[in-house]
């Protein structure tokens, strides 16, 4: 199914306008929080006659800055993309510096002379700021990336509340002309608490929406899931296994899913006492509209893929949100792509290669290594198989067999052993810096092969891992 390419192209533009002010407005802030302090700086000795007082307010003040700063920095793609090592030591700062400005918060209350309220609502803030950096840096462990989200937006409500706060004592103070005690005791609370319930408002409003957002293209309905929508189970089919195909009805039956090739499909679903989400890139094996499919394999130790295996029955219902995804793909953007997917990973890995090959402009080439550590284990091999039968000259397969069970059959298509960079320099010797690498796997995988094409010489911005 051919996506209208300028609606892709549109989208995607916008939403990079959109990041790249959101990035220049947080500078802006963070200039204007630097300028107001200063604006006190004059002021401290009769806001702040104590010396700690200062000292105090002077760390909460930068804790607040790197921590605004370090989170706009987390938001950006390119940065997690090319940059996991500082991706995830920012995330550490920024916990961090929330922490310390979150007790500062408090601590400034309690030299800011503003009476019982301030000192109330800054202890109350404290220790609900710092609640929502544990909890967030709790869910981020579980792999509860919703929960996770909406822990973030409470903690930098708060965050972008101590900015305001500070313009709205100065207004009160200057221009209406209360004294400083009552600006700051009706001010402050005011303010923390504005901020706390337009955060919870906007939670519980995209909590309740679950319309999927619908357009005609070429005469077909497509539709995505902007919010969480329930989806039925209606049929299971065991590939391998430990891999199944899922299938689960669309509100309309002249409906299709409109995933970009590379995008997946967040699943939600509780299992046992946990609220588990996973991202999965749907297939198109029967080629029907009305339903979305997903291939998946089910691991020992998977709470959601354990879920949809064995607990999850025919009439059951999930919880669906997308599609997501920072990846997209342009026609003849490289000569050539090498593709590297281990076990279910392989599922946005050929909506690429299906993307490629069923566009008669695009010549980009092709090399495939697929993963697994056995010959059952391979999901899609057919596909997989016709893709290489009909595209000789721009479709080259390698599955890499690392536990074969007997003599691999088809020495052509099959390697035995893991993916190792001479057996990349041996299926595609030709492949440099204009060729794209793209990764999708257990995470194991990926951190590994991204090291072994980058001492190759590939260079960061043409390596992507899903």
Same mark, same amino acid.
């Given at each position: 199914m051919q996506i209208n390419h300028w609606l892709t192209q549109r989208s995607k533009t916008l939403w990079d306008i959109l990041r790249w002010t959101l990035f220049g407005i947080t500078i802006l802030f963070i200039g204007a929080y630097i300028g107001i302090v200063f604006f006190w700086l004059g002021q401290f000795k009769t806001n702040y006659p104590n010396e700690h007082a200062r000292i105090v307010?002077?760390?909460h003040v930068i804790a607040g800055c790197v921590m605004i700063f #370090? !989170?706009?920095l987390q938001i950006i793609p390119q940065i997690r993309q090319r940059w996991p090592k500082?991706?995830?030591?920012?995330?550490?700062?920024?916990?961090?510096?929330?922490?310390i400005s979150g007790v500062g918060a408090f601590g400034t209350?309690?030299?800011?002379? #503003? !009476?019982?309220?301030?000192?109330?609502?800054g202890l109350l803030v404290s220790l609900y700021w710092i609640l929502t950096i544990v909890m967030g840096y709790v869910r981020i462990i579980q792999k509860n990336i919703q929960a996770h989200r909406e822990w973030m937006i409470r903690f930098y409500t708060l965050a972008y509340a101590i900015i305001f706060m500070r313009v709205v004592v100065i207004i009160c103070t200057n221009l209406v002309g209360w004294t400083l005690p009552e600006s700051l005791g009706a001010g402050i609370p005011a303010t923390w608490l504005f901020f706390i319930l337009c955060a919870e408002f906007y939670i519980a409003s995209t909590r309740s929406k679950s319309i999927p957002a619908q357009m005609t293209i070429n005469g077909e309905m497509l539709v995505s899931f902007p919010t969480w929508t329930k989806l039925k189970l209606i049929e299971r089919h065991q590939i391998t296994a430990n891999v199944s195909s899922l299938v689960f009805e669309l509100p309309h039956s002249s409906m299709r899913t409109y995933v970009p090739p590379g995008h997946h499909i967040l699943l939600k679903a509780r299992c046992g006492k946990k609220i588990v989400i996973r991202p999965y890139s749907p297939v198109d094996l029967s080629n029907k509209s009305g339903i979305i499919e997903f291939v998946i394999k089910r691991y020992d130790n998977g709470l959601m893929s354990t879920h949809l295996h064995h607990t999850l029955n025919i009439g059951d219902e999930i919880e669906v949100k997308g599609s997501l995804g920072e990846y997209e793909y342009q026609a003849n953007q490289h000569q050539h792509v090498l593709l590297m997917a281990g076990g279910s990973g392989i599922t946005p890995i050929i909506s690429i290669a299906r993307t490629i090959l069923s566009n008669p402009f695009d010549t980009t080439r092709i090399t495939f290594f697929n993963a697994n550590r056995s010959e059952s284990d391979v999901v899609l091999l057919d596909e997989l198989k016709v893709m290489a039968a009909n595209h000789p000259d721009r479709f080259r397969l390698v599955c890499c067999i690392s536990r074969p069970r007997m003599e691999l059959d088809d020495q052509e298509i099959f390697e035995k052993g893991r993916i190792t960079k001479e057996m990349i320099e041996k299926?595609?010797?030709?492949?440099?810096?204009?060729a794209a690498v793209l990764i999708c796997g257990p995470r194991p995988m990926c951190f590994e092969m991204m090291g072994i094409?980058?001492?190759?010489?590939?260079?960061?911005?043409?390596?992507?891992a899903f």
């Open positions: 307010v002077g760390i #370090g !989170g706009t500082f991706h995830r030591i920012n995330g550490y700062i920024i916990y961090a510096a929330g922490i209350s309690l030299y800011a002379h #503003g !009476g019982p309220a301030v000192t109330l609502s299926n595609a010797p030709e492949f440099r810096a204009d094409v980058r001492r190759m010489g590939y260079p960061r911005r043409s390596v992507f």
